[in-house]
């Protein structure tokens, strides 16, 4: 195929740029030269008879009026290889960790979704050591679920801890807007786990263009589905997908799209989706999980609200805790009836029980507390504070729900827990019969 | 008809300009686009502009799409195959059965046409009319057993005017490919007949004889059934934030409402969720036929990350289905998750054509669109007199969880039963996490009326004594105060919340209804004589949990009766004491 060369170029924006050409097909992928011999990267969004519309991976920056514009008579692609294994690469796919180039297939990149009965209703729970996660909102195999946090919450180190304390194949990092600290400290915590040969990185900083930091999720994405097809179970790591759609506003913005919340464009929806909905437990192959972080300061955001409608649930962080209200685990009932037999009711009943001493938290500021089981009930909700909620506390889900009949145990009579008599007779500790847990602050 | 032709002048995601080359176009048609690699890709003339440009949008992706790309439109509207075989299928928005689909490719590739209905399967046909006979659409020809039902066969609903019967063929198996009648009209031309036929999706199929939604509709969801019911043929909305339960809550509804048919309508979606219809379904038995709940099943998914323009086909073809299985005399559900999906489709590509936005920057014709949807379900008097419903229930998930915004609102003037689901109830575990205060619904409810109110104003009654204590503690408010307040918080956790995991519990049907309704009220009136807040939260604490447990205690199990009245003692004991002081 004779590949075109245009130089009619119309306008230039901070990320689109406009030329006049012939025979472009939609999402092909072209080449800006600059006059001085430099080529960056562009893919078409639009056409509209002669006019063709490009977003740029390098930005609209220095492109010159008399740059010329190759069309490469291919769409987005991504290389496929298990050498890419330990290797670290940018949004346009080259590799930035100084190593060679390597010869690889090439597959495409955001493709159409799996059908949806070659699914399978996952099954498997996936365990973290983290309390909070494997008890009260289990983590499942081809799970796709966000972090919600703040920014400068340590999502980042959650999410780390979470890709290599589990039996993860193959884990890709999809690093969108990060912090060069934040790009150096993934890199050094997969080294220091040992867990270089089963990593690949694709990173966006800041310093790079926002188009290459759109194309690192579908990136890193289309490299994972092909591994899981292979059999592998894939963990894709996307941090942080706030960032992503302040970058999709951006460029949505840059084209004039009429936008719909907070200048989000109309389909934020359905661009979060396309991505989220990669996670599969494939049916005769392995599966793809997918662990996002979406910052966020009021979960009512369009991001954050976007999100949480397609993802099955989230982690919602907050000064360092784990917070069991505003987290979720959409498939932990899939699982958390094989666990133990204990499992699912003492999740609830500690829920529960958690969810009351809210009430008294808040009457409390009235000075309206002073009986004594809300004495007791806010004592408990420190507690599981203290012992449960920290995301780097490591512990075995049988230690932790151990841990569970503990702090009720020490908090509560026998019926004050509503908790079936057959379970209270195989876990209720013996040894203490209800005392206060030492170190108790309240007066 | 006359075909025409044209070709592409703009691609803008799914938004496609055309320029026609020949002949008139029809706003609506489907129009197919060829594009490189050989594909045809499905579209839908949605806008004609002034210069002749003809916007369509695009039921697929259109990468690789260039100007220039020939386009062939077929001057007929998007339809659905209606005829024996729908049930227990599961399609894409555009009736693609993605069982077969899967067979020639895991990923759910663009271009791929399969024929929406099995035309190799026969179907065991009894004909009911004879040769000479005069009829006209939507008279029954014969039927086929379908799954649990009769399936009639009708002469195509579009036929109009009187028709005779020039042949029929006798009792035998046929497949919907063969011709079973030919008839002839007024001007002796002659249709030829076969056992499925088209119908536009968009266009509302008539009503024989309307009527209205009168006679409730058993879900077994107990805070439904008794306080904010749905009736066969009428509509329901439950909106809410993500995380208040809306999935489980119409899962649950699909498997135990008393509908004849349910159809699951996944717009824009998680996957994963419809998954767990159709590959659970097939395995659970309903226990009032029998037979696998698959077989009262229809899906059609157009999941999210399926192309959005089909989102809108997808809703209006499941109530196409709907409709037509009301025609067959069945009382049919259709739950669509989520209506909000479709809309923001719409919003998708109003915004490209670059329309001037309404609130939110949603089309400004969405709530018409909206009602128009909801009007489809109604109940229906047939011509043999039987009668047929459809009812829709549809979730709304408004952005930020506020109901406020246009597309709830919308909705709820739409519908005759709000079910708004509150994060607050989800939190604290009481599912299902419908708004016990602020729901409402117009059908008449299984429970006596007075009934329904006698638990409203308790509810209501220990939600403002549950705020005076909140302000002055338990010990603010008199004994007499907090058993009113134990009594609410006893209807709403042994009654009002249900567990929906749990087979016994889970679905509660109109007897056991009744049953519990008693017990409840029995607890309710009965005189507590305790004192001191500590002794009255424990004897409650007592109540609740023989309630629970009588509550996952089967009918027919040996315990049942000597748990409730255990609980009578209980409640009994309490009154006693009172009596003697």
């Known amino acids: ?443 | 008809m006359s075909k025409s032709k044209g070709k592409v002048v703009s691609v803008n995601e799914s938004l496609v300009g055309v320029e026609t080359t020949d002949g008139a176009v029809i706003n609506g048609e489907v129009a197919m686009i060829m594009i490189a690699d050989g594909k045809r890709l499905k579209s839908e003339v949605i806008d004609v502009k002034e210069g002749g440009v003809v916007y369509l949008q695009v039921f697929e992706d259109t990468g690789w799409m260039k100007v220039g790309d020939e386009v062939m439109f077929t001057g007929l509207p998007l339809a659905v195959k209606l005829g024996p075989g729908i049930l227990g299928s599961v399609t894409d928005g555009l009736q693609n059965p993605l069982y077969e689909l899967a067979e020639k490719e895991w990923f759910l590739e663009r271009g791929i046409e399969v024929s929406p209905l099995d035309t190799t399967t026969k179907w065991h046909f009894t004909p009911i009319v004879k040769k000479g006979d005069t009829l006209t659409g939507g008279i029954a020809l014969g039927h086929v057993p379908e799954k649990l039902f009769q399936h009639h066969i009708f002469v195509p609903f579009s036929i109009k005017g009187d028709h005779t019967i020039t042949h029929i063929v006798p009792e035998g198996d046929y497949t919907i490919a063969q011709t079973i009648a030919i008839i002839k009209d007024e001007l002796g031309n002659m249709h030829e007949l076969q056992m499925a036929f088209d119908w536009p999706v968009k266009k509302a199929m008539p009503f024989n004889e309307r009527s209205v939604p009168e006679s409730p509709m058993p879900t077994g969801i107990r805070i439904i059934d008794a306080l904010f019911p749905i009736a066969f043929g009428g509509t329901a909305c439950n909106p809410g934030p993500f995380g208040a339960g809306k999935t489980v809550l119409q899962h649950s509804l699909a498997r135990h409402s008393q509908a004849d048919i349910v159809i699951i309508a996944a717009c824009g979606e998680r996957a994963g969720e419809a998954v767990e219809v159709f590959k659970d379904f097939p395995e659970l038995i309903d226990p009032r036929t029998g037979k696998s709940l698959m077989d009262r099943t229809f899906i059609v998914g157009n999941t999210s990350s399926m192309p959005v323009a089909a989102r809108e086909a997808s809703v209006y073809m499941a109530t196409t289905v709907g409709e037509y299985y009301r025609k067959q005399g069945l009382n049919v559900l259709i739950l669509a998750d989520s209506t909000s999906r479709w809309a923001q489709a719409l919003r998708e590509t109003s915004g490209r054509k670059e329309e001037i936005p309404g609130p939110e920057a949603f089309p400004m014709y969405i709530s018409t669109l909206i009602s128009a949807f909801y009007d489809r379900a109604g109940v229906e008097i047939l011509s043999d007199g039987n009668i047929g419903s459809l009812s829709i229930i549809g979730t709304v998930s408004p952005a930020g969880g506020n109901f406020d915004e246009p597309v709830t609102q919308a909705t709820l003037l739409s519908t005759g039963a709000f079910w708004g689901l509150s994060r607050a109830l989800s939190d604290a575990r009481k599912y299902p996490a419908i708004d016990r205060i602020d729901s409402t619904s117009k059908y008449p409810p299984i429970l006596k009326k007075e009934e329904a109110a006698y638990l409203l104003e308790l509810l209501r009654d220990g939600k403002s004594i549950a705020s005076n204590m909140l302000l002055m503690g338990e010990k603010g408010i008199t004994d007499e105060s907090y058993i009113r307040y134990q009594k609410a918080e006893l209807l709403d956790a042994v009654f009002l919340q249900q567990n929906s995991f749990d087979k016994v519990d889970g679905v509660t049907g109109p007897e056991r209804l009744r049953l519990m309704f008693t017990l409840v009220k029995e607890i309710i009136d009965a005189p507590v004589s305790i004192q001191g807040k500590e002794a009255i939260r424990s004897h409650f604490n007592f109540l609740r949990q023989a309630f629970l447990d009588w509550n996952y205690m089967a009918l027919d199990d040996e315990k049942f009766e000597k748990q409730k009245s255990k609980l009578t003692t209980l409640v009994k004991q309490m009154g006693y004491v009172a009596e003697n002081i």
């Open chain 1, 1 to 443: 195929m004779l590949l075109k060369t245009y130089e009619n170029i119309d306008s230039i924006g901070r990320a689109i740029l406009g030329i006049k050409a012939s025979g472009v097909h939609n999402k092909e992928l072209a080449e800006i030269h600059y006059p001085n011999g430099e080529k960056a990267l562009a893919q078409v969004i639009a056409l509209d008879r002669e006019h063709v519309t490009l977003q740029l991976f390098g930005g609209g920056f220095g492109v010159s009026t008399d740059c010329k514009v190759r069309f490469l008579g291919k769409p987005m692609q991504v290389g496929f290889s298990n050498d890419m294994l330990g290797r670290v690469y940018s949004g346009n796919g080259k590799p930035i960790d100084g190593g060679p180039e390597l010869m690889a297939d090439l597959v495409r990149v955001a493709g159409p979704s799996i059908n949806p009965v070659k699914r399978l209703i996952p099954k498997e729970m996936i365990r973290t050591g983290v309390p909070m996660i494997d008890v009260f909102n289990t983590l499942v195999r081809s799970q796709k679920i966000p972090i919600f946090a703040k920014a400068g919450e340590p999502y980042n180190r959650l999410l780390a801890n979470i890709a290599t304390q589990t039996d993860a194949d193959v884990i890709i990092i999809g690093g969108v807007g990060l912090k060069y600290d934040e790009y150096h400290y993934f890199k050094r915590r997969i080294e220091e786990a040992g867990s270089n040969s089963k990593t690949i990185m694709f990173v966006h900083t800041h310093r790079d263009s926002i188009v290459e930091g759109l194309m690192v999720p579908d990136l890193a994405l289309a490299v994972g589905e092909r591994f899981a097809l292979q059999g592998k179970n894939v963990f894709v790591l996307l941090s942080d997908m706030t960032q992503w759609s302040d970058y999709l506003r951006q460029v949505a913005n840059a084209q004039d799209q009429i936008p719909a919340n907070q200048g989000y464009p109309g389909d934020l929806y359905s661009q979060l989706a396309s991505r989220y909905e990669k996670a599969a437990d494939i049916d005769g192959a392995g599966s793809l999980t997918i662990l996002g972080v979406t910052t966020m300061d009021d979960v009512t955001h369009p991001v954050p609200d976007n999100t949480g409608y397609i993802t099955e649930g989230q982690f919602y962080m907050k000064d360092g805790y784990l917070e069991l209200f505003g987290s979720l685990s959409r498939l932990k009932q899939q699982v958390n009836e094989r666990t133990r037999p204990d499992h699912r009711s003492i999740m609830n009943a500690m829920a529960r029980l958690l969810s009351e001493s809210e009430e008294r938290v808040k009457a409390q500021k009235f000075g309206s507390v002073k009986d004594d089981y809300s004495l007791r009930l806010l004592d408990y909700r420190k507690t599981f504070q203290k012992e449960l909620m920290d995301p780097f506390r490591f512990l075995e889900l049988e230690e932790a729900l151990d841990l569970c009949w503990d702090i009720l145990s020490n908090h509560f009579k026998k019926e004050e827990v509503g908790l079936s008599s057959e379970l209270i007779a195989t876990y209720w500790p013996q040894k203490r019969d209800f005392q206060t847990l030492e170190g108790s602050t309240h007066e």
